[in-house]
Structures are given as structure tokens and as C-alpha cells.
């Protein structure tokens, strides 16, 4: 099933990968060779992309974990470097929101939930395998953003908590990609633009994403394959100096 083996025996924990772009990005990832170890919260859909992976010939372990809490990142991360000695990739892909609540309407809890689901478990996740990355002298950590954590989108409703998230997890890319850079260690930020994920289809309605399709330079959405190969280039050794950055997948939602 591979196509030119860019992952070859690569150990990639891949968040988030129940649906959406996390599962775009671990089935491409399985497709390249890495053996992916798929984290999420919901078990059912773990287990059936799971069974897509085996299924086209890759390889694929899952992990059900809570990415909001600490202690099971660490209990993910701890068994992954058990089983396999090394993490060579990690996709920080949990993240998301749920509504588009004024700034006068947001509670502390849906404050916090935002950060702590797009922020906190990138945090976690990064923390939990940086150890082993130094030690191998070897990693690439890449964290989905969005174009949201740069400036709101021209053509669509934005949402605070969750802009201010994502651009903290841009800041906190640069930092680390400063930090461990000495250790073979790459940190980069995909920003994606509106995808059609099962998440976006509950939350933006017709008319929006209609209109954020139009007025794109591109006159499209992007599709989960689109982050997929982002991140694999990212993941790959062609990439091999570039840290730190923010790779905008976006059909030109934004031009900086
Ligand atoms: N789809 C887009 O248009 C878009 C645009 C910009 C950025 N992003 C970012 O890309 C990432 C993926 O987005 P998506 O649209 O594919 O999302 P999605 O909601 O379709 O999928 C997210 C996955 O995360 C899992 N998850 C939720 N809470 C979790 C938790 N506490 N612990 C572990 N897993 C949890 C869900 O079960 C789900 O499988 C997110 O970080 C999102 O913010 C998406």
C-alpha cells in the first residue's frame, strides 16, 4: 500500500484521529509506513479507522485517552515508549469548538473547555514526548492550528476562546522549536482553512461555508487530504530544517 515509504518504521502518535483530519492524517501517514498510533477519545471510531489501516496493508495501534488530562497523555505516551522505544512524530490534533458565543456570553467553563481541549493537550502531549525525542536526538512535532489563531476569517463568523487557543499554540511552537532544535527536533504549525470535517458540518451552517467557499481566492474548501499531505512533508526528510514556521492550508482564506 505504500507509496514511496517517507515514514518508513516511523513510531507517529496521531491525535485526534477518530475522524476528521486526524484520520486523513493517520491513514496517510500509515500509507508512507509509520506504524500509527491512533489517540482519541471516542473508542468506536478509533477502531474503525483502526481497521481501515490493517485493512489497506498499514500498521496501527490505538489509544483511548482523555487529551484534556495530564495524567492519561502521560499514561499514553509512557505506554507508546514501552511498547516501542522511540516516538519519532507527534500530530497534536485535538482540538475545536462548539459554538459561536459573543464575547458577553462566554462562561469561565467554556472558556477554560476551549483552552484546555486546543491548548492544554498540545502542552501535554508535546511535554509527554519530548523526553524521548531528545534522548533519540530525533522528533517532529506538528500542531494543527488554524487560520483562526492568525485573524479572524474575513467571510465567517469567528469564535474568541478558540482563536485565542490556537494562536497560543502558535506561540508555543515557536518557543519549542527554539528549545529543542539542538536536539534534531522539528515544532511546526499547520493552519488549516475551512475542511469539511463531521465537526465543521455541525457548526457552520450552509450559507457559511457556502460563503467562505466563494470569496476564497481559490473558490473552494480545502479537504482533510490537504493538511494530510502538509503534515507529511512536515513529517518527512525534506523538511528536515524547517521549524518553527506556520504552514497556512487555507485556499487563500488568509494572505498575510
Ligand atoms: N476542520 C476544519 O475546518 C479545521 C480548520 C482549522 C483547524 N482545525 C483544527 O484541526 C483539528 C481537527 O479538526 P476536525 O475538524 O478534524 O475535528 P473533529 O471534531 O472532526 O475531530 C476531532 C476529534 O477529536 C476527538 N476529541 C475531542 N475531544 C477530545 C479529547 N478531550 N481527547 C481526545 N480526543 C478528543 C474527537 O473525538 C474527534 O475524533 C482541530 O484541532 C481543529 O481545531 C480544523
Do not use: H
Amino acid at each position: 500500500m505504500s507509496r514511496l515509504n517517507k515514514l518508513d518504521n516511523n513510531i507517529a502518535i496521531v491525535t485526534a484521529a477518530g475522524q476528521g483530519l486526524g484520520e486523513s492524517i493517520a491513514k496517510t501517514f500509515a500509507k508512507e509506513g509509520a506504524i500509527v498510533i491512533l489517540v482519541d477519545i471516542n473508542q468506536q471510531e478509533l477502531l474503525r479507522v483502526r481497521e481501515d489501516i490493517i485493512e489497506s496493508g498499514g500498521k496501527a495501534a490505538l489509544v483511548t485517552a482523555d487529551l484534556t488530562k495530564s495524567d492519561q497523555v502521560n499514561d499514553m505516551v509512557n505506554g507508546v515508549i514501552k511498547d516501542y522505544k522511540k516516538v519519532d512524530i507527534l500530530i497534536n490534533g485535538a482540538g475545536g469548538f462548539q459554538s459561536f458565543s459573543p464575547i458577553n456570553e462566554i462562561t469561565d467553563s467554556e472558556w477554560d473547555d476551549v483552552i484546555s481541549l486546543n491548548l492544554n493537550s498540545a502542552f501535554y502531549c508535546s511535554r509527554a514526548v519530548s523526553s524521548i525525542m531528545i534522548e533519540n536526538k530525533k522528533g517532529r512535532i506538528i500542531s494543527l492550528s488554524s487560520g483562526a489563531g492568525i485573524a479572524p476569517n474575513p467571510y465567517a463568523p469567528s469564535y474568541i476562546p478558540y482563536g485565542a487557543a490556537k494562536a497560543g499554540l502558535i506561540g508555543m511552537t515557536k518557543l519549542m522549536a527554539r528549545d529543542i532544535g539542538q536536539y534534531g527536533i522539528t515544532v511546526n504549525v499547520i493552519a488549516p482553512g475551512t475542511a469539511l470535517t463531521p465537526r465543521v458540518r455541525r457548526i457552520r451552517d450552509q450559507e457559511s461555508l457556502d460563503n467562505i467557499a466563494s470569496m476564497n481566492p481559490m473558490r473552494n474548501l480545502i479537504e482533510p487530504r490537504d493538511c494530510a499531505e502538509a503534515a507529511l512533508f512536515l513529517a518527512s526528510d525534506e523538511a528536515r530544517y524547517i521549524t518553527g514556521i506556520t504552514l497556512m492550508v487555507n485556499a487563500g482564506n488568509l494572505i498575510l
